[in-house]
């Protein structure tokens, strides 16, 4: 937890509670039901939730936007940010039910009012929203064209209005089609750990 402290000195006190919260719940439903390796689940905030949380070295999203979170998961990166913007709502989508009975069940214990939670596929959401964020559901042009159709227009945010992907590794051949539509950001300008060494956030613009 002191991680995620140590790069956002501005949480409040319902916030670091519900921070807190998540490491107790997700190793008690990670034991029922298995969303996060299990060699990797003591990494949980810095792999997970801190992640997670680097969206928001991008972009604060104002009070009311709405965010859909592609592939959710184990509630990732909808629920850290989820907690991090209580005044937006995050849609939080994946076909597997055991998943989103996990994050149901997260969600539920840490009290967060600002998500809902769709059992579906991708391609069959109907939900709106300025942005869609995800994290390596699969390569950047296949979620794009699941998730074009679900993002509106009209601006209110520094950044436009689009996707945006947390990935790793080289993204030459995934962006060649987005030359012009996309920014690619490297976490390791923003965070220390060597963790964050190769990862990068995607910012497609819709």
């Known amino acids: 937890m002191q991680i995620i402290g140590k790069y956002f000195t501005s949480l409040t006190v319902r916030q670091t509670e519900q921070f807190s919260q998540l490491g107790p719940l997700y190793h008690l439903w990670n034991q029922r039901i298995n969303v996060i390796s299990r060699k990797d689940i003591d990494n949980l905030y810095l792999h997970h939730v801190l992640h997670s949380l680097s969206i928001a070295k991008l972009i604060t999203f104002k009070p009311g936007t709405v965010v859909i979170d592609a592939g959710t998961g184990g509630g990732f990166p909808g629920i850290p940010l989820a907690i991090l913007f209580p ?120």
């Open 87 to 206: 005044r937006s709502h995050f849609i939080l989508v994946d076909s597997i039910r055991k998943k989103t009975t996990v994050v149901e069940e997260i969600i539920k214990g840490t009290g967060l009012k600002n998500c809902s939670v769709r059992n579906m596929r991708l391609e069959d959401l109907k939900d709106k929203s300025s942005f869609v964020v995800c994290r390596a559901v699969n390569e950047i042009p296949i979620i794009y064209n699941w998730v074009i159709k679900n993002i509106i227009s009209g601006e209110k945010h520094p950044l436009k209005n689009g996707l945006l992907a947390l990935k790793g590794g080289d993204l030459t051949s995934e962006l060649e089609s987005f030359a012009k539509n996309s920014t690619v950001f490297n976490l390791s300008d923003y965070f220390n750990e060597p963790f964050f060494e190769t990862k990068k956030l995607v910012h497609v613009v819709r």
